[in-house]
């Protein structure tokens, strides 16, 4: 997959999680006034002013995305680019070392 592939689906992903939050929020405030602790219009306006931020501050809103992306790859033990290439370095250095080996057993 190349960089512009990967970035088009995580900015899918962004705007699939900025809708799936907001639905969530939705429900949250409709069961917080069904318990009574938010009356309906409290509601409403907790979720006009939550989206409202959202629309706002997109790129904040994309910089969390990706901090908790990043923390959710890590928890399962994805290798971040720096680390993959720090290991194909040293499996070049390795196959120098076998290869200069080798070539020393057959002089």
Known sequence: M???NFLKQMLLIGVGTTSFVADKVREVSEEWVREGRLNPEQARAFVEDLLQQLRNDPLEWEGQVQRQFRNIMQDFGVARQPEID??????????????DLENKLWR
Not at 86 to 99: A, N, T, Y
């Open 2 to 4: 190349d960089a512009n």
């Open 86 to 99: 720090e290991l194909r370095g040293r499996i070049d250095r390795l196959e120098r070392q076998v290869r």
